[in-house]
């Protein structure tokens, strides 16, 4: 599976800068344009390419695809994955301990 990212490019010519991505042999997919911006999809590879081609554009990395998402989401979350798996433990080594209980 591909990793691919959707990122967002302001610019002042949307249309001329997408005809210079097609030049440049990058793959496009799901292709928005208004009139100050582009949100595409593209290959991992691929923004290294346009980081390249880039003067004065802006660009923006808007939502990850692939591994690399949950490899994102991971390290976003990491504190909170990190507390549930010692309350797990815990919660284990707590349920395994005898109580006696004498009446």
């Excluded at 691919?4 to 496009?28: G, V």
Aim: charged residues 30%; positive net charge.
């Amino acid at each position: 599976m591909n990793n691919r990212e959707k990122i967002k490019i302001t610019c002042r010519n949307p249309k001329y800068f997408l005809k210079e991505l097609i030049n440049n042999k990058i793959n496009l997919y799901d292709i928005n344009i208004n009139k100050k911006s582009i949100e595409i999809i593209i290959d991992e590879e691929d923004l290294s390419k346009i980081e390249k081609i880039k003067y004065l554009h802006k660009i923006k990395i808007l939502k990850y695809y692939g591994p690399k998402k949950i490899l994102f989401l991971i390290r976003k979350n990491k504190i909170l994955i990190i507390l549930i798996i010692i309350g797990i433990l815990i919660n284990i080594i707590l349920s395994n301990i005898i109580f006696n209980i004498k009446r």
